[in-house]
């Protein structure tokens, strides 16, 4: 067989391993694994490289259609090619912030119409479980192909946007879940304590509060445990599958191993964001840093990491969840935007911090950015170098450290707190199933390849 593609000479990881091995490529998919495997149409030297399956970035949030409200924020267009330049080979996208949420048929339809021909990266998509999509919604989801569902437990939307998101109360969580266990499918949640959380933060800001600092304490870390043990109850009742996102606390995870161990469906994500920065630092960086939950002590990261390496945080996420400037440029950490930018910076960073500095394996490496998610939420095609597999990679340059600056983010707003932050890895060519979409020489290709999953 003469493949499309041919990749020697890289260290390629494996689900058994990495291995010195070459890929074929044919059709868009990986043909073959092994040595000498012949001619091909176009052949990459990945000599001194480490070959990785594209990341599957299973928390990402694109703002198109933004509504006439959110016009400004991140689109398909931007939000794919930094997705393409940060080795994101898919990602799954959530219901919201975009007008109106992806809640039922006419909605989903309009946001898979925006993003027609503006994708770089192929995209899955979530549907929303709120208290208004009870009626039939969550079965228009299920039938126009979403991988999973999610719901918020702490407080989001805008009331005044027709279409907005909105958090659950406990009796739309409960008949949501009992409607989404007759598909099969997973309820992701976003789990704080809506009533507590608020309201310590209304105090504080009437307090006059105005720093992250006051903004974490704010929600402290029990608020996040508490809305965890009632999902898990839920879940029982229900027979609802479940995912925690963006566990930021070592109690959060330690009560979902629990009911692992009771036999609940479930598993959890950590971010980026939560296995780097740390509270004490958070007022230095500014409200570009802020998210929900908050970031949490610099005493709690290495607890978090050891949690990543033990299996029991399942994978890595990015929270993609990007915003115009304005609501980032504020004095006042409790009027800022909660939100990171960091779609960009998943790959590179947790090399850096996993492999190089903590001496994770290669191949626990490849689980937690690519095979766990695919697995989790049913991505067949994608997640690791494997026959049949999509021939998605990225290629990683190892102790080939750089800085980033704002020019080289391709986001549409050019904010991230990783700016000015030294980086000991590179991402230098990532392929979408066998065709280049952005290499170190050439850039981000225009050619949008990319598809709804």
């Known amino acids: 067989m003469k493949y499309d593609l041919l990749i020697k000479n890289g260290v390629v990881i494996l689900e058994d391993g990495a291995q010195n091995v070459e890929v074929g490529v044919k059709d868009g998919k990986i043909a073959a694994i092994g040595q000498d495997l012949g001619e091909a149409t176009q052949i990459i030297d990945a000599e ?40 994101v080979t898919s990602f799954v996208e959530m219901p919201l912030n975009q007008v109106p949420a992806t809640t039922d048929k006419a909605s989903i339809d309009e946001k898979f119409d925006a993003g027609k021909d503006e994708l770089s990266v192929d995209v899955a998509s979530y549907g929303g479980l709120v208290p208004y999509n009870l009626n039939g919604g969550i079965q228009e989801l299920d039938e126009a192909g979403v991988v999973a569902y999610k719901a918020f437990l702490a407080t989001c939307g805008d009331r005044s946007i027709e279409g907005d998101f909105e958090n659950v109360d406990d009796y739309s969580l409960y008949e949501g879940m009992k409607q989404i266990a007759k598909t099969g499918k997973i309820l992701s949640i976003h789990s704080e304590n809506a009533t507590i959380t608020d309201r310590l933060g209304e105090i504080a800001k009437a307090s006059g509060e105005t720093s992250l600092s006051a903004y974490v304490d704010s929600r402290p870390v029990f608020t996040e445990v508490e809305p965890i043990r009632k999902i898990i109850l839920f879940a029982k009742e229900t027979g609802c599958r479940v995912h925690i996102v963006h566990v930021a606390c070592e109690e959060g995870v330690d009560e979902i191993v629990k009911a692992q161990q009771e036999g609940v469906d479930i598993t959890c994500e950590t971010c980026t964001h939560y296995l780097y920065f740390y509270k004490e630092e958070l007022d ?45 440029d504020t004095t006042n950490a409790f009027e800022a935007w909660g939100g990171i930018a960091g779609l960009q910076n998943n790959v590179d960073v947790l090399f850096d911090e996993g492999v190089q500095k903590r001496n994770m394996s290669l191949e626990k490496f490849a689980d937690i950015i690519a ?78 390849i990319g598809r709804f999953i």
Not at 316 to 321: A, G, I, W
């Open 371 to 448: 095979t766990a998610p695919a697995k989790r939420f049913g991505l067949t095609d994608k997640g690791s170098i494997a026959l049949g597999k999509d021939a998605d990679f990225v290629f990683i340059k190892q102790n080939d450290a750089y800085t980033l600056q704002a020019e080289d983010l391709a986001y549409r707003n050019k904010m991230s707190p990783y700016i000015g932050r030294e980086i000991g890895a590179q991402v230098t060519r990532t392929i979408l199933r066998g065709q280049e979409i952005y290499s170190k020489e050439n850039g981000i290709s225009d050619n949008k």
């Open 48 to 87: 001194n490289q480490i070959v990785s399956p594209g990341m599957v970035d299973a928390h990402v949030h694109i703002t198109e259609p933004g509504g006439g409200y959110r016009d400004g924020w991140e689109g398909y267009d931007t939000g794919t090619r930094a997705a393409a330049k940060g080795g």
């Open 284 to 328: 230095a960086i500014g409200p570009v840093v802020k998210c929900s939950p908050p970031i949490r002590e610099q005493s709690r990261l290495e607890g978090m990491w050891e949690r990543v390496f033990n299996g029991d945080i399942g994978f890595v996420t990015s929270d993609h969840s990007p915003c115009t400037p304005d609501l980032k």
